[in-house]
Nanobody, 125 residues
Framework: QVQLVESGGGLVQAGGSLRLSCAAS????????FGWFRQAPGKEREFVAF????????YYADSMKGRFTISRDNAKNTVYLQMNSLKSEDTAVYYC??????????????????WGQGTQVTVSS
């Protein structure tokens, strides 16, 4: 398993931007696929974005397409989530998740064996 630590959350006005980071431990970072999820109060955890381990293929939830960008820097063992044009409904705790190489269902929480502790994002309207 890989240890994950998210950072970069905070308070931002609607229309603003934030970049979340997910730092991973271990020397096999490049062999992990990563997902970002979020959970708002009283709601289930939902899929946000995914990036694969080899070719860096990305995939997004429909409501995030065009606003959020997931990327990875294998040299820094870090995955990023750039969030632009933020809306109040984006307010949630954002979690980074990882699993070894191929992830069968990137949108499913049960596909990932490692999770970070989460970082709070609050968007004020």
């Amino acid at each position: 398993q890989v240890q994950l630590v998210e950072s970069g959350g905070g308070l931002v006005q609607a229309g603003g931007s934030l970049r979340l980071s997910c730092a991973a431990s271990g020397r096999t970072f490049s062999n992990y696929s990563f997902g970002w999820f979020r959970q708002a109060p009283g709601k289930e955890r939902e899929f946000v974005a995914f990036i694969s381990w080899s070719s860096g293929v990305t995939y997004y939830a429909d409501s995030m397409k065009g606003r959020f960008t997931i990327s990875r820097d294998n040299a820094k063992n870090t995955v990023y989530l750039q969030m632009n044009s933020l809306k109040s409904e984006d307010t949630a705790v954002y979690y980074c998740a990882a699993d070894w190489k191929t992830v069968r269902s990137p949108v499913a929480t049960e596909s990932y064996g490692s999770w970070g502790q989460g970082t709070q994002v609050t968007v004020s309207s």
